[in-house]
């Protein structure tokens, strides 16, 4: 069964940092290139960053020299490194392999405010 988990998420002031996790199991985790999502209110999901199998990183022009995602492929676990936090990257962060359906884990709330 695949699952995500995501954690790391919480209230920090705008200029701010914060370090979400993820860890997978259920699947060949160094098959697959993974990806950070985000959800705000009254907005649709939206793709901030995916690293590829080989370590190819992208990112949303939102997010761009702020956010840096990275992978351990010996813990199956993807991070995202957020540095200078706006208000407007408030949202429900998710983490999922990039480019395959299936059900999304719980997220982890990031909340920009000071």
């Known amino acids: 069964q695949v699952q995500f988990v995501e954690s790391g998420g919480g209230l920090v002031q705008p200029g701010g940092s914060l370090r979400l996790s993820c860890a997978a199991s259920?699947?060949?985790?160094?098959?697959?290139?993974m990806a950070w999502y985000r959800q705000a209110p009254g907005k649709e999901r939206e793709l901030v960053a995916r690293?590829?199998?080989?370590?190819?990183?992208n990112y949303a022009d939102s997010v761009k020299d702020r956010f840096t995602i990275s992978r351990d492929n010996a813990k199956n676990t993807v991070y995202l490194q957020m540095n200078s936090l706006k208000p407007e990257d408030t949202a429900v962060y998710y983490c999922?392999?990039?480019?395959?359906?299936?059900?999304w884990g719980q997220g982890t709330q990031v909340t920009v405010s000071s």
């Open positions: 999922k392999r990039y480019g395959w359906p299936g059900s």
């Open positions: 259920g699947f060949r985790f160094t098959d697959y290139a």
């Open positions: 690293i590829s199998i080989s370590q190819n990183t």
